[in-house]
């Protein structure tokens, strides 16, 4: 059997590498780790120059980018709305969620939230590639992480029959 241990990376395309890493290192306190680059493709060997580099987002957790600059234009999926793809961070507490939101706001960055999720609430906000970003802080009780647990099998079999959401988890909404 597999065993995970933990994300080694996820990988996003970015516009600037420069810009991104300075921008990551400026709002979030994260450091640049690893650069890599090439002008092949060790993977596939297509000649397709490109910088790919690593970002330390705390606990063993990188976040990577590639900069690919002979691709066409970085765009976004125009099919799926701008809230479902994001790239979510974990703060320690709310008070860590409140004052991240007054540090990004002071530095210029747009920020929506907090947004209560019942168990957790977030912040939102956008880097200088267009991904959503969100920094969470866990708000629920064990108990009710449990029940979320328990119930989450029971939720993706209704919904995979009905297309429309159980109310097996509705409380998680209904506290603000």
Not at 14 to 23: A, F, N, S
Not at 28 to 36: G, K, P, R
Not at 45 to 56: E, G, I, R, S
């Given at each position: 059997?597999?065993?995970?241990?933990?994300?080694?990376?996820?990988?996003?395309?970015?516009?600037?590498?420069?810009?991104?890493?300075?921008?990551?290192?400026?709002?979030?306190?994260?450091?640049?780790?690893?650069?890599?680059?090439?002008?092949?493709?060790?993977?596939?060997?297509?000649?397709?120059?490109?910088?790919?580099?690593?970002?330390?987002?705390?606990?063993?957790?990188?976040?990577?980018?590639?900069?690919?600059?002979?691709?066409?234009?970085?765009?976004?999926?125009?099919n799926t709305p701008t809230w479902v793809q994001h790239i979510a961070l974990e703060v320690e507490d709310l008070?860590?969620?409140v004052a991240a939101k007054e540090e990004l706001e002071g530095k210029g960055v747009e920020v929506l939230g907090p947004v209560n999720h019942g168990v957790f609430k977030s912040i939102y906000f956008f880097d200088p590639n267009g991904h959503r970003l969100e920094l969470a802080a866990n708000t629920g009780t064990p108990e009710q992480f449990a029940e979320l647990k328990r119930v989450a099998p029971l939720m993706v079999e209704e919904w995979s029959q009905t297309k429309r959401a159980p109310r097996h988890a509705a409380w998680l909404h209904e506290q603000d």
């Open positions: 059997m597999i065993n995970l241990k933990r994300f080694h990376h996820v990988a996003y395309r970015c516009i600037d590498t420069k810009e991104t890493v300075e921008w990551y290192k400026d709002k979030l306190n994260m450091e640049l780790t690893v650069a890599i680059a090439e002008n092949e493709v060790p993977s596939t060997k297509a000649p397709d120059p490109y910088m790919h580099t690593f970002l330390d987002a705390g606990m063993g957790n990188v976040l990577a980018f590639f900069e690919i600059p002979n691709s066409p234009k970085m765009g976004r999926d125009e008070d860590a969620l």
